[in-house]
């Protein structure tokens, strides 16, 4: 089949990968406009478009998918089918009818659960033991289309969402591909999802991400590594943010927001056991080993920290 692949952030970039190197043609890649990055807020194009580019396939990049100058180069390129991965933004129905085999998605979770924008990130946060990928049909409606396949996939105890997605993103890439062959061979039929079992992971955002020590230490083990790499997981320390990455339980007790500072170690109280803080990033500084971090701006035991703990 003729194929035009959507995505935009890095994950997508190994599934985009397995697309180019099957025995589909790769005719065109749609992916966000660039965007300004860093202080100096420069133009940088998306990884799919520099990997795109970098595989020499024609790149489409639409303020929205609506625009008719878009919608017209789209059907110029006559795709059978465009697979898509973490694209970015809503498709209208004019775009969904031009591939004759529609737009294909490849999804980070087993739907129906997690419909939306960050299901990675809401399945670690909500202890699911379980998660996967599913490949459905896009129509109007958030995430419900019809499904052609699915792969399921442990959660591990210290998963962080970086490191699941990463997981999902290769299997995933098997996924779609071997969608793409059924669908071109006729040997996959489309089945309604089903009506039980909805949910929705809707962005996380920075605001979502801080922690609140008086949590139990299992939410908040579950909080951070949902939350690493992004946003990050936050709290504050003498009116100043502290980015935060994942933490170890423990068996001692704390009051909640409360440090206890070792020469190799710094716990943090919570609403039941203490954490012990991994690496963090102060305001304006690298990441840091929290021991690190703890002797450069001398904190003692004693000391508190974030919401939770008294502090505002």
Known sequence: MRVVFAGTPEVAVTVLDAVAASAHELVGVVTRPDAPTGRGRRLVASPVAVRAEELGVPVLKPGHPRDPGFQDALRALQPDCCPVVAYGALL?????????????????????????????????????????????????????????????????????????LARLAEGGADLLVATLDGIENGSLVERAQQEE????????????????????????????????????AWTTFAGERLKLGPVQRTDQRLEPGVLEVTKNAVLVGTGTEAVRLGDVRPHGRKQMAAADWARGVRVESGARIGAGSGES
């Open 92 to 164: 209208p129905q004019s775009a969904l009818d031009i591939p004759r085999y529609g737009w294909v998605n490849l999804h980070f979770s087993a739907l129906p659960a997690w419909r939306g924008a960050a299901p990675v990130q809401h399945a670690i946060w909500s202890g699911d033991e379980v998660t996967g990928t599913t490949t459905f049909r896009i129509v109007k409606e958030l995430d419900a289309g019809p499904t052609y396949g699915v792969m399921t996939e442990r959660i591990r105890p210290t998963d962080t969402a970086g490191d699941l």
């Open 197 to 232: 079992g909805v949910s929705y992971a809707p962005k996380v955002e920075v605001d979502d991400a801080r922690v609140d020590w008086s949590h139990p230490a299992v939410a908040i083990d579950r909080q951070v590594r949902a939350c690493t790499p992004a946003p990050g």
